[in-house]
Structures are given as C-alpha cells and as structure tokens.
C-alpha cells in the first residue's frame, strides 16, 4: 500500500483481556518495527523483523507481549492478560532496509487498558 | 547507554519567527542523527536527518547540523508558518546497538500563532 496502516486505530479492553494490534506495511518493505509511545513520551523500541523472523525482541516488555509476522508483510503484536500500565499508542513502521535511512511510521494504534 | 535530551516544550511562537529545538545525545559510536515530525493525527514523519559529524540536515526550511563537539542536533527555521504546529522529536541509532533501534526524545510541542 501507499503506507503503514494500523488497525484498529483505537482499541478499548478490560484489564485481563486479550489483543491483536495489526501493522499492514509498505509494500516490499523486508523491515518492520514496533514501538510503544506512553503520554508524553518519545517512542520506545519493541521489537524490529527483518522478513519473517524477529531479529531483535529486546524492547518487548515482559512475555505477555508476542508479535509475529508469518508470511513477512503483515504483523500482529498480542497481548495477554493486560494490564493498565500498558495504555499508550502502539506504533508501527517499516523500511526497505534496516539502516540509517529512516522509517515509515503508521498512525499507531491507542490501546486504552481500563 | 545511549540516550536524547529534548527542550521541554511547549514552544509557542508567532507565525515568521524564528524556530530553534535544541537536542543533545550521548552515544556510544558514531550514531545517526534523526528528526521525526508528528503532525495532529497523523505518524511519524522523517524531517531529516544526518549520518556523520559536520552533515547538515534540510528539509521544507528546516535545518540541523551534526555537532560531534557538542554532541548536539538542533532543529532550526528561519521563517515559522501556522502549518508547522506539531510535535518534532529528536532520534538516534547507534551502529553499537543496531542502526535499526531508534532512541528518540520526549518531543518537543510547537505551536504558532497567526
């Protein structure tokens, strides 16, 4: 597509519950990362894949937090049991390369833990 | 580790005014150097960005140069319009950590005035 697309743009869920947050990137783009952005703050590094496997999950908090991207285009990041510390603004992006030339981010997706 | 310090915002100018957003980093390295531009509503955007000491940055007026003395990235404009209100954040990658791992700073708030 013409860019990152996130859905859902917003997602609402009782604490305990299960979700998926979807990240559709730019076409042919091999490289695709998560970052979470809490109130106030720049974004924090997730989890960045480079095709299908996660070549570096060290920002994934704690192993609530999963994500997978099987057929190396679309990636989804679950989260089990949720809690309210992790309310903030999931972001997306991806790139052709992973190297000093930038990335493309999607609007992010708010995930409101009530 | 490696690190970005932004000035708090917000930043409130008048339209034609002249725009600085100071940054300094701590790396290890010799890390790129990135600014990133969230408009309301929308992702992440590239402004620009520099991949060596001494490299200047530009894009639609905007400029910051690499200072590896100071260890500092300002964001600079000359001539401030209505339609540059937004959130501008600063960012890294270090070769040390992987180009591919961004740190940003907190962001910094701007908002002109007509």
């Known amino acids: 597509g013409a860019g990152v697309s996130q859905t859902p743009s917003n997602k609402v869920t009782e604490k305990g519950k299960y979700v998926e947050l979807r990240c559709d990137p730019i076409?042919?783009?091999?490289?695709l990362y998560w970052y979470r952005q809490s109130l106030g703050q720049g974004p924090e590094f997730l989890i960045y894949?480079?095709?299908?496997?996660?070549?570096?999950d060290s920002g994934l908090p704690n192993d609530r937090f999963f994500a997978v991207r099987p057929e190396g285009s679309v990636s989804t990041l679950k989260i089990q049991r949720t809690e309210r510390g992790d309310s903030a603004v999931y972001l997306c992006?991806?790139?052709?390369?992973?190297?000093?030339?930038?990335?493309?981010f999607g609007s992010g997706t708010r995930l409101t833990v009530v | 580790g490696n690190s970005v310090t932004q000035m708090e915002g917000p930043v409130t100018l008048s339209e034609e005014a002249f725009l600085t957003i100071n940054c300094t980093y701590t790396?290890?390295?010799?890390?790129?150097l990135f600014w990133y531009v969230q408009y309301p509503g929308e992702g992440l955007q590239l402004l620009l960005k520099?991949?060596?000491?001494?490299d200047k940055g530009s894009n639609k007026g905007f400029e910051a140069t690499y200072r590896k003395e100071t260890t500092s990235f300002h964001l600079e404009k000359g001539s401030v319009q209505v339609s540059d209100s937004a959130v501008y954040f600063c960012?890294?990658?270090?070769?040390?950590?992987?180009?591919?791992?961004?740190?940003f700073g907190t962001g910094t708030r701007l908002k002109v005035l007509a």
């Open positions: 992006a991806s790139s052709s390369d992973a190297g000093d030339y930038g990335y493309t």
């Open positions: 076409s042919g783009h091999t490289a």
């Open positions: 894949f480079q095709g299908t496997g996660a070549a570096d």
């Open positions: 790396a290890t390295g010799y890390p790129s």
């Open positions: 520099a991949t060596k000491a001494d």
């Open positions: 960012a890294l990658s270090s070769p040390t950590s992987g180009t591919y791992k961004y740190i």
